[in-house]
């Protein structure tokens, strides 16, 4: 079956940088548009990356954009999320996505049709 391991996670300064990974196993990764969300305490889930199937194409929020960069190895059936100048308010946890759709990039979490369990970025101010 389809699973999708995230890893990464830590408690960090802000300022600080962290870099998330998901493995991706039982799917042809290479066929799959895929996303980064997160979701804090109290909070409904939010689009935070996403990558087109080539990696070609990718899109962010405000919040994030030029902080974060999404990006994957189809060889190593692997996506990425490097996390730059972390803010406190990034503190969540950030869960991989996999949309076998026909759209190119998706932000929407509906969108998408496997999930990973999600790994802790806890950001101190």
């Known amino acids: 079956q389809v699973q999708l391991l995230e890893s990464g996670g830590e408690y960090v300064q802000a300022g600080g940088s962290l870099r998330l990974s998901c493995l991706a196993s039982?799917?042809?990764?290479?066929?799959?548009?895929m996303g980064w969300f997160r979701q804090a305490p109290g909070k409904e889930r939010e689009f935070v990356a996403a990558?087109?199937?080539?990696?070609?194409?990718?899109e962010y929020p405000d919040s994030v954009k030029g902080r974060f960069t999404i990006s994957r190895d189809n060889a190593k059936s692997t996506l990425y999320l490097q996390m730059n100048s972390l803010k406190a308010e990034d503190t969540a946890v950030y869960f991989c996505a996999a949309d076998r759709g026909r759209s190119i990039i998706s932000t929407r979490a509906i969108s998408y049709d496997h999930w990973g369990q999600g790994t802790q970025v806890t950001v101190s101010s």
């Open positions: 990558i087109s199937r080539s990696g070609g194409t990718t």
């Open positions: 039982g799917l042809t990764f290479s066929s799959y548009a």
